[in-house]
Nanobody
Framework: QAQLVESGGGLVQAGGSLSLACVAS????????MGWFRQAPGQEREFVAG????????EYADSVKGRFTISRDNAKNTVNLQMNNLKPEDTALYYC???????????????????WGQGTQVTVSS
């Protein structure tokens, strides 16, 4: 049974930084497109960033471009999300997701991802 485990969330002041990590227990991790999504209370889950299995072609939500950076280490089955210049509106539960050979043109859609983590809470105070 594949498992995704996120870590690195916490409480930070506006303007601060956090680094999230997601470790995947997936035998063929390099064949999975990885995404980060977030969900704030009372809101729908939204795409944050994604990185394709076929190369370093990351995509970002407009709201985080220039502030967040997604990266992956296939040797360690890990995907990271570096978050800088955090804003109160970034407060949410952040989820890692994995989908087998999902095309890079379709990373932003939450529907259809094979696996999801339990989430890690990020809270940004003003």
């Amino acid at each position: 049974q594949a498992q995704l485990v996120e870590s690195g969330g916490g409480l930070v002041q506006a303007g601060g930084s956090l680094s999230l990590a997601c470790v995947a227990s997936i035998p063929t991790f390099s064949s999975y497109t990885m995404g980060w999504f977030r969900q704030a209370p009372g809101q729908e889950r939204e795409f944050v960033a994604g990185i394709s299995y076929i190369g370093p072609r990351p995509e970002y939500a407009d709201s985080v471009k220039g502030r967040f950076t997604i990266s992956r280490d296939n040797a360690k089955n890990t995907v990271n999300l570096q978050m800088n210049n955090l804003k109160p509106e970034d407060t949410a539960l952040y989820y890692c997701a994995a989908d087998y050979k999902r095309g890079p043109w379709n990373m932003q859609t939450a529907v259809g991802y094979d696996y999801w983590g339990q989430g890690t809470q990020v809270t940004v105070s003003s």
